[in-house]
């Protein structure tokens, strides 16, 4: 059936975001249509969902977008883009908004994927490049096509990766119990009648809370909705580090499978460092690779203007394809710099046992400090890289702070700005009367009226085997952790803080204690922590400083060089 397109309340709020940034091109084909619910048929004879949005004489270039979330919500990327010339397909992926068959995430879209793309080949109107572009799970779904031999010419894929267990689910070897227990939830309320909806929305923060305790885990969902999704219950089950289970979900691990693409990624968003990971093996294998990072969570509007921005530059010949565009926190602006991570000047700041991080060569003695770690009143998140929205971002954290399982450390004001782009590494001696504990260390910002906000954190879950691992201790035997990567400006005044604990829940699933730590939590055993600092082996933070900064994008100055605080 043709009709009109008419839009849903939120994607025309899209549309006309769209439409009003700044230099977008205006409309050649103003008068759209869209084709709605044609059938297209996966390999085993499932119906997927699709509408192709496209006016009368369009070019023959394609967008092609596959979502779980309902082909409404993207229409008005999808009529913005038709007016400008451009064919764009939406799909509806299986089990979702009257497609056929069940919604089992990760597990069918490389099938699907692979007949949706030979269908549109075969399409009369589809003689130009094909642009597949989303985020999120939006992004998984692109990342699958590289796994089989229909492949688009070009993708935008934002806030996602490629191996999807290891970029949120299990980082540092826990779980991330916050964002699949948020997004089982949302799954299960988006195609509910409003009412139910709304009804279901504001008992969400307290069924996300209720949830992330539930004993056992694998329990949360039903415990914060009263659904029981068998993917939750199956990423419970696999949660070992190597679980073969993952392997067929690991999508476009052959690089040279993969097509130019631009990556968009945020700050505050939990698909950050899987992304940039993804970055560096494209970069280092000389793959097209572009990649922009702004100071988003995730789901941020921003995203995608600036990824119809790029699908419409790639179709142009006018979009770079190469090189990293980044945001620089705290007022910092954007920058255009050849490839990440920049040069940068290794900066040392000491943990002292006095509460403060003094600059490098400081000589403090040293002290042993203790404190208890107990899973029944775990240590708060209060904010970070999730997918919840009650607790994603910079976050204050004053009442984190006070706790008594928070070690805090605090730097002098700066007397000059300070700009950091890059990893920022903890090294310390942690010890703890149960070997099986979690570290967990974060960076914030104090200004100038005292208030802590937090910047980036680090988390691994240790083990008996911790110390025997070389990459995760130096030749003192101190624990190194690697915080995710950051760019930001701290102004003069600003004051750099630390925050060392054994917990961040829900952001990462408490730790018993126990041999398996993601399964079972029928029991809950304190434990006493010590983090040894000063003297022959300091607790230290090192800082990847910029000496050298690239001029902004479109300027033509040279590099600007910054002495650095003392």
């Known amino acids: 059936m043709t009709d009109a397109p008419r839009l849903s309340g939120a994607a025309r709020r899209e549309y006309r975001r769209l439409s009003r940034a700044a230099d977008m091109p205006a409309p050649t084909h103003p008068d759209v249509d869209r084709v709605a619910d044609i059938p297209v048929s996966a390999d085993d004879g499932t119906l997927l969902l699709t509408d192709h949005w496209h006016a009368a004489g369009s070019g023959g270039h394609t967008v092609l977008i596959r979502t779980p979330y309902g082909r409404d919500g993207i229409g008005g990327v999808a009529r913005f883009l038709a007016e400008r010339g451009h064919h764009v397909v939406v799909q509806s992926c299986r089990g979702t908004f009257g497609s056929g068959g069940s919604f089992d995430p990760l597990h069918d879209e490389v099938a699907d994927g692979q007949a949706t793309m030979r269908w549109l080949r075969a399409q009369p109107w589809a003689t130009g490049r094909v642009h597949s572009w989303g985020g999120s799970y939006f992004g998984v779904t692109q990342w699958a096509y590289c796994d089989g031999d229909e492949r688009p010419d070009a993708m935008g894929i934002a806030i996602s990766a490629r191996r999807f267990d290891d970029a949120i689910l299990y980082p540092g070897g826990g779980f991330s119990i916050d964002t699949p227990l948020t997004w089982a939830y949302a799954l299960d309320i988006q195609e509910r009648t409003l009412p139910s909806k709304m009804w279901a929305l504001l008992r969400a923060r307290r069924g996300f809370r209720r949830g992330a305790l539930a004993v056992p885990p694998a329990d949360a969902v039903r415990v914060a909705r009263g659904s029981d999704p068998q993917f939750f219950r199956d990423w419970v089950q696999h949660s070992d580090h190597g679980d073969p289970w993952w392997e067929p979900m690991h999508f476009a691990q052959d690089v040279d499978t993969i097509p130019p693409v631009t990556l968009v990624a945020g700050w505050q968003d939990l698909f950050l460092v899987g992304q940039l990971v993804d970055y560096a093996a494209l970069r280092d294998a000389g793959r097209p690779v572009r990649l922009i990072v702004g100071d988003w969570v995730h789901g941020a509007p921003e995203i995608t203007e600036i990824g119809v921005r790029e699908v419409l530059g790639s179709f142009a010949g006018t979009a770079p394809t190469d090189g990293v565009r980044l945001d620089v926190t ?237």
């Open 330 to 566: 705290g007022g910092g602006g954007w920058r255009e710099i050849a490839s990440w991570p920049p040069p940068h000047e290794a900066m040392t700041m000491e943990l002292t046992g006095d509460g403060r991080l003094a600059r490098g060569g400081a000589e403090s003695p040293t002290v042993e400090l203790t404190y208890r770690y107990d899973p029944a009143d775990p240590t708060p998140d209060a904010g970070g890289r999730t997918l919840n929205p009650f607790s994603a971002g910079r976050r204050r954290q004053h009442v984190r702070e006070h706790r008594d399982d928070v070690l805090v450390f605090t730097g002098d004001p700066l007397t000059e700005d300070l700009l950091v782009i890059g990893t920022p590494e903890i090294a310390l001696s942690f010890t703890s009367s149960n070997p099986r504990a979690d570290l967990f260390v974060r960076l914030c910002e104090v200004d100038a009226r005292g208030v802590s906000r937090t910047l980036t954190d680090g988390y691994r879950r240790l083990s008996p085997l911790t110390d025997a691992d070389d990459a995760d201790t130096d030749d003192v035997g101190r624990v190194r952790l690697r915080l995710a990567p950051l760019a930001h400006r701290f102004a003069a005044g600003a004051r750099l803080r630390v925050q060392v604990s054994s917990g961040a829940h829900p952001l990462h699933l408490r730790n018993p204690g126990t041999d398996d730590p993601v399964r079972d939590h029928s029991r809950l055993i304190p434990s006493d922590q010590i983090v040894r600092v000063g003297g022959r082996t300091p607790a230290t933070l090192t800082l990847p400083a910029q000496v050298t900064v690239t001029a902004s994008a479109g300027a033509a100055s040279p590099v600007v060089h910054r002495r650095m605080p003392r």
